[in-house]
């Protein structure tokens, strides 16, 4: 069991950068492929990027595909996040969460959430 607490959020103009981070506590925290997701007011919880447990793969959404960055560091048990060009549509809640599956994209199939870290991206 792994339990993932998001940080790193806050307001940025358009076109600015933001590093979001995520410390997970657990022994098993490299075993997990680790996800950010994002959701919007009154829209569902989307996929952002997801990186494998060894950290030598990753997958993106489209809309974020060459603007952010996904990593991980297994000896500290983080999870990074960093975003640049950032857009007013980036505006969310990010959640960071563990899966046990490399490569998914549904929320379902994550086990452990953090519980979010607001980011608001002014025009």
């Known amino acids: 069991q792994v339990q993932p607490v998001e940080s790193g959020g806050g307001l940025v103009q358009a076109g600015g950068s933001l590093r979001l981070s995520c410390a997970v506590s657990?022994?098993?925290?490299?075993?997990?492929?680790m996800g950010w997701f994002r959701q919007a007011p009154g829209k569902e919880r989307d996929f952002v990027a997801q990186?494998?447990?060894?950290?030598?793969?990753?997958y993106y959404a489209d809309s974020v595909k060459g603007r952010f960055t996904i990593s991980r560091d297994n000896a500290k048990n983080m999870v990074y996040l960093q975003m640049n060009s950032l857009k007013p549509e980036d505006t969310a809640v990010y959640y960071c969460a563990a899966a046990r599956d490399s490569f998914v994209s549904a929320a379902s199939r994550y086990d452990y959430w953090g519980p979010g870290t607001q980011v608001t991206v002014s025009s």
């Open positions: 990186i494998i447990p060894g950290g030598g793969g990753t």
């Open positions: 657990g022994r098993t925290f490299s075993s997990y492929a």
